[in-house]
Antibody
Framework: QVQLVESGGGVVQPGRSLRLSCAASGFTFSNYGMHWVRQAPGKGLEWVAVIWNDGINKDSADSVKGRFTISRDKSKNMLYLEMTRLRAEDTAMYYC????????????????WGQGTQVTVSS | DIQMTQSPSSLSASVGDRVTITCRASQSIRTYLNWYQQKPGKAPSLLIYEASSLQSGVPSRFSGSGSGTDFSLTISSLQPEDFATYYCQQSSSTPPTFGQGTRLEIK
């Protein structure tokens, strides 16, 4: 069965960096686009970034552009989010999620989600 | 960015009730509208995709409709496990955006 397991969250000071990981299993990882979506405490959902199955095409939200980098390792079935220059407003639960589309089919909605990893930015 | 507005923000209902949640887009998104359910402490799960298609494994009491800018999610007969928060999401253009959520509570 499809599984997505995030890790790497924690408490970090403003201005510092953190790398989140998402281990994927139960499906052909290299076929699918993968996303990060976050949820601030008590708030709604915010899309963060996408990387396509080719590992080359990427996009991210304006709120994180230039600070966060999404990447993937097909050999390890891993998705990453490198977060730099963290701000208090980046405090959230971060979910990795699979795009419904495969290959060049960019559907931008999400059929499987991980359980999330909490990031808290605080001095 | 396309803004998504849900109403109501919260709703109290009883088991067996028929409930409808609405979602409005700031511009036409054709039928690129999806609905998720989120229970406390859990990740969201996909219920309805492309306005009216039921995701595999989702009970048939859930249904979706709409096109253009106005959409709705209906639960025909509320079950205890349906009390949760519901989000709409547009996938018409990037960035994908979500509504603010509708919290469905037990009356």
């Amino acid at each position: 069965q499809v599984q997505l397991v995030e890790s790497g969250g924690g408490v970090v000071q403003p201005g510092r960096s953190l790398r989140l990981s998402c281990a994927a299993s139960g499906f052909t990882f290299s076929n699918y686009g993968m996303h990060w979506v976050r949820q601030a405490p008590g708030k709604g959902l915010e899309w963060v970034a996408v990387i396509w199955n080719d590992g080359i095409n990427k996009d991210s939200a304006d709120s994180v552009k230039g600070r966060f980098t999404i990447s993937r390792d097909k050999s390890k079935n891993m998705l990453y989010l490198e977060m730099t220059r963290l701000r208090a407003e980046d405090t959230a639960m971060y979910y990795c999620a699979r795009d419904v589309g495969q290959f060049s089919e960019w559907l931008f909605y999400f059929d499987y989600w991980g359980q999330g990893t909490q990031v808290t930015v605080s001095s | 960015d396309i803004q998504m507005t849900q109403s109501p923000s919260s709703l109290s209902a009883s088991v067996g009730d028929r409930v409808t949640i609405t979602c409005r887009a700031s511009q036409s998104i054709r039928t690129y509208l999806n609905w998720y359910q989120q229970k406390p402490g859990k990740a969201p799960s996909l219920l309805i995709y492309e306005a009216s298609s039921l995701q595999s494994g989702v009970p048939s009491r859930f249904s979706g409709s709409g096109s253009g800018t106005d959409f709705s999610l209906t639960i025909s007969s509320l079950q205890p496990e349906d009390f949760a928060t519901y989000y709409c999401q547009q996938s018409s253009s990037t960035p994908p955006t979500f509504g603010q959520g509708t919290r469905l509570e037990i009356k």
